[in-house]
């Protein structure tokens, strides 16, 4: 298992470049929150067009003659010619591009390219060491050394440990960097060396890094747990003209920590204004390093009379106090004009730290001093590199009141409220204006954005004057609230009013029940349900106006936003229970709401969970199984779990003995009966037949009529899913006439559908064993059977086995799609062929379905084919003519495979 740490050293790009997350919008088409949108449908004005967020931003075509646009700034720079050998332009002006390494004696002229002598030259058999020539075999010695290959926690390597020096000490590193194919896909990968170090507080430490056997020694500090890994905190060291580089890096907190050495030239020049990442193997069995690190003092920092500053940033931290005039909420910004530097900072305040080039503290009180610390991520200028430091004071998120804003045309990130939360915690936040406003919440780190109001079309926040949401809090700290009023004038003001109510669900274990207080109107439990297949809820010592019962549903327990009305499974009950499934415990929230519906704020009660007691049953085709003389308690119920193969069919006779009249109730997974049988008396057989639902069980329970005890014989018998999946073998040949096939086009839009169309000279095809005679396409990845549909062509994809319209569905890929559709009917077989993009335009979609007599279906997907199944939406599978059942399909979807459906003998 990796290492939950690593998602930030991968969001911050240590990996190789050149790979794919398949996240990549399409040509054309720009990411809006998570949503490829195509740039045409952005509305920026003259001199402008939408960047990778979707923000309209200058586009350098009004930029005048001699100067160039830099993405990085979003200016016009002027044009850079000459640069010498050994750099490249970059923001206007030339760094070096790692092709010229200086050695011991020897440093680089950004004028001429070239290596000048430096004065420092060592005698033979000596060697340049932290400043100081040394006998060369000290390069060979330190006190740590590099783990044995890999050491890398991307290839489930293990890093050595090692302890960081005090105050006044050293402690030496080696290691050689040797790149390697890691993860065995024939490519070498990048090499670099893994150290963990922890500390009990912050400390400054100078890092220098020596290379030897031709190594351009670079390092990397970044945090591995806690709010500075979720807020991608890192510090690099870099010298891509010598074979040394050398650093101060504040360690902003205690905590657990990575040193990573590797070859500066590895990195990603280009990219470097957004994250550091590599895209090149460096390195070899002679190409080694020597790392010292030492503890030094922080010094005494810089009291600011003033929330702004401006300074140079160099490669070592600048150290600065305000002080809060009454109690507020700080946010931090620095900026840099240089895309060779990235500017970046801690705010610290008691034991809260954010980071970034944006931070926030959390509610400062009047009179106390917040620290910033304003250091570059990397910093590889020749030049000095200006920045801009301003403390704004941000306003607290009110639990009931009213903030007054004011419109400034010059920013574009709009305002920024807060408000403490824990982890865990769901908050119930809401709010009004009489303007129509954009609302996003955001983590302490900026990420994990959501839309209160709801995005739009596009991914984008809707706009909206009033909202009720509840959401689970994901990261302790300052919780954001960005508003933004687009409609407003410069300097007008407008008011938002808000309500916040936080809770911090007590977790309730199997056995052990827990007495709650209502917090709110929609109250949450959490519940450890491990590994149970089916739960039980028991609600008692109900207290408080008119609370007598409860209306209870069980949500995912997930950062984020809760349903805004969701859809309560157990209406003015005090016990429930529910089915989870084979494998599929774990914790969710219980929510409680006063069954009365309406909240007074007295209410409390003692909930109780622990796993219900039921019958596991497994069944398979051609194994029926026989239960007799299973006793029925007097008053209650006996409860079955039946394992079946998703898909069968199912029979369940449950017969009376001794005098028992059985009552035989099918269960859905909130534990209450979809279907009730009591057809016959005393010593009766009631029967039940159906499907076998996706899930892969069936649950019941059986009664007796009068509540009197009894006994009953049970018999299940289940017969083979109606289709089984293999990987086909046919491959794709177009049938559009567009492609040079001999089928007819039939559709060429988004969101159409056909009309009823009867087979010709296909007649003898069944589906589900049930002879067929028409269909009707949709442009949206799925054809049915049912001729009397007359919906829609449904871009919002339906689970297999739901009941409402369309029934009879082959769906190859049903999804939101624009696509030319073909259909080619012969004797023998029929093909329906999509082809075109996804909505976003973030891919192609290349597909077919192939019908032949022999009642097997094959879906075969085209080399062109691009786009990947999304689990939560593409659904992929047959349906049944009731709708009640089918068969899914599960697995990924690639371009240049397919897949055969063959009927049930």
Not at 27 to 35: D, N
Not at 99 to 119: K, L, M, R
Not at 687 to 696: E, K, Q, R, T
């Amino acid at each position: 298992m990796k290492r939950a740490w690593m998602t930030s050293a991968l969001v911050l790009g240590l990996t190789a470049c050149g790979g794919s997350d398949g996240s990549e919008c399409g040509e054309g088409t720009v990411e809006m929150e998570g949503v490829c949108v195509p740039t045409s449908m952005i509305m920026c004005g003259d001199g402008t067009a939408p960047d990778s967020d979707g923000n309209c931003v200058p586009d350098g075509s009004q930029c005048g003659a001699g100067t160039t646009f830099d993405d990085g700034t979003g200016e016009c720079v002027p044009d850079i010619t000459g640069c010498a050998t050994g750099t490249v332009a970059m923001g206007g002006e030339c760094v070096p591009d790692g092709s010229v390494i200086c050695t011991d004696g020897t440093e680089f002229d950004a004028t001429t390219g070239t290596c000048v002598p430096s004065g420092e030259a060592c005698g033979e058999g000596t060697v340049l060491l932290d400043g100081e020539c040394r006998p060369a075999d000290e390069a060979l010695m330190a006190e740590v050394f590099a783990g044995a290959e890999p050491d890398d926690p991307r290839f489930d390597g293990t890093p050595v440990t090692f302890t960081p020096p005090a105050i006044g000490e050293e402690r030496t590193i080696g290691g050689c960097i040797v790149p390697a194919d890691g993860d065995m896909d024939g490519e070498t990968d990048y090499d670099a060396d893994w150290f963990t170090f922890s500390t009990a507080e912050a400390g400054l430490f100078r890092i220098h890094a020596d290379g030897l056997g031709g190594l351009s020694a670079g390092f990397a500090v970044l945090a591995t747990e806690g709010p500075l890994a979720d807020q991608g905190w890192i510090r690099v060291g870099l010298n891509l003209v010598g074979d040394s580089s050398e650093r101060r890096v504040y360690v902003p907190a205690a905590g657990n920590y990575v040193l990573a050495v590797f070859d500066s030239r590895s990195l990603n020049l280009d990219g470097l204004d957004g994250g550091v990442g590599f895209s090149r193997a460096v390195g070899g069995p002679d190409a080694c390093y020597h790392v010292t690190v030492e503890a030094e003092a922080v010094p005494t920092p810089t009291a600011l009379t003033a929330p702004t500053d401006s300074g140079m940033l160099g490669q070592d931290p600048q150290f600065f106090t305000y002080t809060a005039t009454g109690r507020t909420i700080f946010q931090s910004e620095v900026t840099e004009e240089s895309t060779a530097a990235q500017g970046s900072q801690v705010l610290v305040y008691g034991d809260t730290v954010s980071s970034g080039a944006i931070a926030f503290s959390p509610p400062v009180a009047d009179g106390d001093d917040v620290l910033i610390v304003v250091s570059p991520v990397y910093n590889i200028s020749f030049d000095t590199v200006d920045y801009d430091l301003t403390l704004t004071e941000i306003a607290e998120v009110p639990a009931d009141g009213a903030v007054t804003l004011t419109h400034d045309d010059a920013s574009d990130i709009g305002h920024f409220l807060a408000f403490e939360a824990t982890a865990g915690d769901v908050v119930h936040l809401s709010f009004t204006s009489a303007d129509e406003l954009l609302f996003i919440v955001r983590n302490p780190d900026l990420g994990g954005a959501w839309a209160p109001c709801g995005a739009g079309i596009f991914g984008g926040p809707n706009p909206c004057d009033e909202a009720d949401v509840y959401y689970v809090v994901e990261q302790t700290g300052s919780q954001l609230v960005q508003v933004s009023n687009t409609e407003a004038t410069d300097g007008e003001m407008y008011d938002v009013t808000f309500t916040r109510v936080g809770q911090t669900p007590p977790t309730i274990m199997a056995g052990t029940p827990a007495a709650v207080t209502l917090a709110d109107e929609r109250t949450f439990v959490r519940v450890a349900a491990g590994t149970h297949v089916w739960s039980r809820f028991d609600l008692s010592a109900l207290s408080g106006t008119g609370f007598v019962d409860a209306d209870l549903a069980l949500l995912e327990d997930a950062p984020g936003p809760l349903s805004a009305a969701p859809s309560i499974a157990w209406s003015g009950v005090t016990a429930a229970s529910r089915i989870h499934g084979p494998m599929m415990g774990g914790d969710f929230l219980l929510e409680i709401q006063d069954g009365s519906g309406t909240f007074d704020g007295d209410e409390s009660v003692t909930v109780g969970f622990d796993a219900q007691t039921f019958d596991d049953v497994m069944a398979a085709p051609m194994m029926p199984v026989s239960r007799t003389g299973d006793a029925i308690a007097a008053g209650e119920a006996r409860f079955y779990f039946v394992r079946a193969t998703a898909g069968g069919q199912i029979t369940i006779d449950v017969t009376g003995t001794g005098g028992t009249d059985p009552v035989l109730e099918i269960l859905d997974a909130n534990g209450l009966p979809t279907t009730s049988l009591d057809d016959t008396g005393s010593d009766g057989i009631e029967s039940y037949f159906g499907n076998v639902p996706l899930a892969g069980w069936v649950a019941f329970a059986v009664t007796e009529f009068g509540g009197a005890a009894g006994t009953v014989d049970v018999d299940i018998d289940v017969t083979s899913p109606p289709y089984t999946s293999s990987i086909g073998s046919t491959s794709f040949a177009s049938i559009c006439p567009s492609g040079g096939g001999l089928g007819m086009q039939v559709l060429d839009a988004d969101d159409g559908i056909t009309s009823t169309t009867s087979f010709s000279t296909f007649t003898a095809f069944a589906y589900f064993e049930m002879p067929v005679s028409g269909y009707q396409v949709s442009t949206n990845g799925w054809l049915t059977f049912d001729t009397s549909y007359s919906g829609g062509s449904l871009f919002n994809s339906q689970p297999i086995g739901t009941p409402t319209g369309p029934n009879a569905v082959v769906a190859p890929f049903w999804d939101d799609l624009v696509t030319e559709v073909c259909v080619l009917e012969e004797a023998g077989r029929f093909i329906v062929e999509w082809s075109g993009t996804d909505f976003a335009g973030s891919g192609t979609v290349q597909f077919q379905v192939v019908m032949l007599g022999d009642r097997s279906l094959e879906f075969v997907y085209g080399p062109m084919h691009t786009v990947a199944r999304d689990p939560s939406f593409t659904v992929v599978g047959l349906e049944n003519q009731a709708g009640d059942g089918g068969v899914v399909y599960e697995m990924a979807i690639t371009g240049g495979n397919s897949v055969l459906w063959t009927p049930a003998p």
